[in-house]
Structure formats: structure tokens, C-alpha cells
């Protein structure tokens, strides 16, 4: 039986769906070997002139799905940039794509979606814009002429309300999560978005779920729309156990690491999305002394065929590949998959762990799933039929006990299998002259072989996912980031940042692990939302809302968790970002000054002990000369917006 089939690609491939050249190139790039289902399915039509209504949820490819075919209808003539109006009163625009979303988390990433595939189209530009963050750069940005805009429904309405969004040209609207906008009570804004745009538009709806209601939609706004559902047809055996770890409280690169150490395996098979990812991971695993390497499309059969070899042989323990360089994988040896990223659908699933339990024996699969993503978890369970038990992370003591064993096993080894009596002289000679007793330098001598890794694993400062939800704390950053973490009960995942409630531990939790605090000089004294902070430091240091921790109110300043190997210029570039008429001054936090209690607003009022020098807050920056912005709504950004028209409605974005 041979391992792999002579081609990897076998189904549609990106070539076969009508894609322009520049796209095309964009997508290999970005590392994408084939089209997800929906993406096979929805581009065609799409790029046709249909509209569609397609059933799927993240994490099955449905940005691109609706991405692509929007970039490929572009009129060129659109692509030149008009020029920046001036004056104060914002001047209408029409985008050629407008893109509506339930949350401002996934207003960001459909835009940055956007803007990657457009790579080789220059003059394109894409606008999130979505409440809690100021008007003046969405203002701007709607004047210079975005021809996609992606935003969250209130705060849509509420630029077509003043004026500064204009849905005549509008060629395409798409529905993004219909099912969830429904549940956070967008449900007439999106209405509204429908009406007002211009009659001829193309629709496309999609959706993970089809209620009633959103059925109701489609049939009165969409025009013969063609139904795409990604059938599931699949069955996995029983002979593999399957298991997922909800992702939080630390990376999935530690969590892996965890795994890999403490799970007895004998070969395991990780999938990920991309080529590049299958490089990089296996490279950061090869760094951390695991025997991995990558298997994707873009290798040569012959070098495919040699990492399986090395693979059976015992060559290799690890193989990071996609589900394309997978496909027809026959190794017994692997004992476990894991799915670092979620596959696009069940049938994806079901292949990829086929991998393991082969020729009757036991195999385990492993899932990570992100909050976003359960929707997929429980779709391939329904589908299977076969629950998938969530699992713990192996603890620490764990992993520790399996280092402990394999370090004693190797002195085992060392003590059998060769000849020390060169050796056990010098240590003899070296205990006598120094009178060091051999016990000591043994110990040295195990330093120096165990390099710069610790020999332990130390305890996470946050407690692992198993043991709090994920980013606990992260409802205090508003609701509209539900999306990452579970709205509490009877909460509405809104994106109006309604939620002011600070949250104050006390003591306040330690950062999760790949985390830090930061010091802002900006606090509730002056008016700031969560959500505001969240806004701008997304926006202004291009950091994904996700990689936003905890954000902690007090009076005259917050704290805010965000990556600890934030680059310094990032930082710099934060320190005069203004958020509600103050620089954020951001800095990491060194904690209250010697003797002073514990994080009380009192005893730690201004910028953290060693901050840079920077201006004095409602001054003007110097080597900027920006005033402090007017205190618009929400109020995030980095320039002072131009007076707004008086709000029409209370729009629910903001
Ligand atoms: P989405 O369901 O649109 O949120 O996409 C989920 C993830 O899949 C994103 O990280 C995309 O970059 C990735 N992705 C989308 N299409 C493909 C593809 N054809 N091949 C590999 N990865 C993809």
C-alpha cells in the first residue's frame, strides 16, 4: 500500500473557481492549498451574480467565501482612490461591498481577511467600522473612499443616518453570522441596511443555524437565492477516542507542548490550515527537541514521501501537515492526531483522525477549540454521532513527572552503556582537590547538560484553562467580546460596549501566561468604556482584539492585559493614542510604589514609576501638535474626529 497518493490535490482547486490572477497569487501566499466546501461551493456562485444563503459557521472559510468573489467583482475603476475631501461635515461615500457583522471582533477580522487577499490589488481599501471606538477616523476613512466596509449594524445605521455612508453604489451586501445578529436584537438594523440599499445589490446571507426569522429575511430580501449547505455524510470509528481542549488560559503552542510531553504516544499526526503554519509549527517544535517536520502540498512527492518514511521508521515522532498533504496517510505508528486547528467541516474531521486507529488498534484524536469555534465542535459530534469528551490539560506535576523520568532513564542508560572510567577519574580528582562532595557535582554536571531548558516545568502564573473559563475577566472589556469568552447568564452579547460595570478584583488575578499588564493614564473619571480602550488599541496597534486581555477600570487610570513581548514600537505608537480627550501613556505596570498597598486608584495615581516621558495628559503631544480630541461618542482613536451631526437614534454599536 503506498502512503500517499501520487498528487495531493484531488477536488476543486482555487484555479477552477473563475478567480482573477491577482487573487490567486494573494491566496498562495497566504498558504492556502485548496477551497474549503463552502468556499467550492459559494465562490461560483458569487462571482456569477447570484445570491446565496449559505449555512456555515466559523471556522469552515466562509470570509473568504464571500471575500474572494467580492474582490474579484470589483469595477477596476474603483480601485483609484478619490481624494480627501476637507472641510468638517462628513461627505457621503458609497462602497461598492458592505459587509454586516454582529460583533466589532468580527468586523476586524473579516476586514484584515479583506485586506490580505487584496494584496496584489493596490488602491483597495477596506473600513471596519463598528461602535465603542471614535467616529473621526471612520469619518475619514468613508471620505477617502473604501470601496468594502465592514461593519456592525447600529453603527452602520448610524453613518447612513448622518450622512457619511451612502449605499447607492452598493453592488454587495453580505450577512455575516445571520443567526447570531438575530440574537443579539439587530435584527431590524440589518433589516434596515437591506431596505436602504439599492434594489439591484447582491445578498448573500449566511448562517450557522436557519431560524425562522432569518428564513423570513431571505425570502423577502434575497432574490432566487441558492441554498448552500455543506452536507456531513461521516462516520468515525470506534476504536479512536476522541478528546478536545477548550483553548484558553495558555497558548496552544504550550498547550501542545504539555501534551506532547505528558501523553504517551508513539507518532502523532498535527493538523494545521496552512502550509506556512505546517513550516513554522514544526520548526517551534523542533526548537522545543521534539523530532518533527512539515508535510504539505508544496513539497515535492519524493521529499513527501521521505518524511513518511522517517516517520515509519522512527526517524521522526512528529508530522505537521494540512489535510491535503494527509490525505491517504497510511502509518501505523500513529498512535495520535491532533487538531491544532479545527478542520472546516466534519468530513475533514473524520479524515483526519482516520489517520490514527489504523489496522484495528487503539487511537486517540485530539481537538483544540477556540470559543468561537465550539458551534464546529458541536456540528462534528451531531454529525459523527460520537461525543467528543473535552479534556484537561496534563498539569504540570504531570509533565514534570514524565521529565524527572526521562532524565533518570538517561543517566540509566549513560551508566550502562559506556565507558566512564576516563571519566569517574576526573570527577575523582576533582572531588579531592576541591573538596566537593560528589553529590554536588553531579548536580553541576546535570546543569551543564541540561543547557538553558529547565529541567522543571514551573507553574503558570494564571491557572490553566481546565481550571477558569477563558479569558475570565474578559466580560469587564464589554460584551461585544462575548465572542471570545461565554457572555454570562442572561448577559446579551451586544457590541454597544452597554456594559460599564468595572470589574475590581482584588487582588487582581496575575496575567495570563504570554501576558502582561499595562498602566493607561486614562480612568473612569474621565469617562472611558472598556470597550473604548479595547477599540483603540486594536485599531492603533494593529493588536487582534483577541490578544486584548483583561481591562480593569479604576478612577483616574485602568490596566490593561496585553501580549508581554509587545513590540516597543507598538508601545511607543500606543503612549499617544487618545482615548476620551487623554493619552493612553501606556506602560507596563511594575505594580504600586515600595510600601504602598496593593492597586489601590489612591496610591498609584499617575504614569507607573519608570514610565517614558510623555506629555501631561489634555496637553498637546509634543512632536504631534494634536490637541486632545472633542469627547465624541465612545471616543477611541488616534485623531480628533470632525464634529459629527447630532445622533438621529441611540444606535446599539455604540
Ligand atoms: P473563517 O471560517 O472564515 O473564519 O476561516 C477560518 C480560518 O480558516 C481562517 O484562519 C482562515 O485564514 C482559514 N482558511 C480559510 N480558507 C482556507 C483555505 N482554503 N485553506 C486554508 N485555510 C483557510
Redesign the pocket.
Known sequence: MTDLPPEPAAGPRFADLGLPEALLRAITEVG?????PI?AATIPLLLAGRDVVGQAQ???????AFALPILARLDPARLVPSPVSRGAAPVAAGPAALVLTPTRELAIQVAEAFQKYAHHLPGFHVLPIYGGSSYGPQFAGLRRGAQVVVGTPGRVIDHLERGSLDLGSLDCLVLDEGDEMLRMGFIDDVEQVLTRSRAGRQVALFSATMPAEIRRIARTHLKDPAEVTIRTRTSTAPTIRQRYWLVGGLHKLDALTRILEAEAFDAMLIFV??RLETEELATKLEARGFAAAALNGDMAQAQRERTVTRLKEGDLDIIVATDVAARGLDVERISHVLNYDIPYDTEAYVHRIGRTGRAGRQGEAILFVTWREQRLLRAIEGATRQPIEPMTLPSVAAVNDRRLLRFKEKITAALSGTDLSVLRAVIAEYEQEHGIPALDIAAALASIAQGDRPLLLAEPKAPPAAERPPRAGRRDVGPEHGADGPPGRGERRRDDGGDERPWTPRPAPPPAEGMARYWIGVGRAHGVKPGNIVGAIANEAGISNRDIGRVEIRDEFSFVELPADLPADRLQHLQGVWVSGRQLRIAPDRGPPAGAAEAGPAERPGPPRQAPGRSRPGRFTPGTGRPPPRKGPGGGGRRPGPPGKPRGRPGPSD
Open positions: 492556502y492549498e485548496t477551497p474549503s468556499q466559523t471556522g469552515t472559510g466562509k470570509t473568504a490550515r496552512t
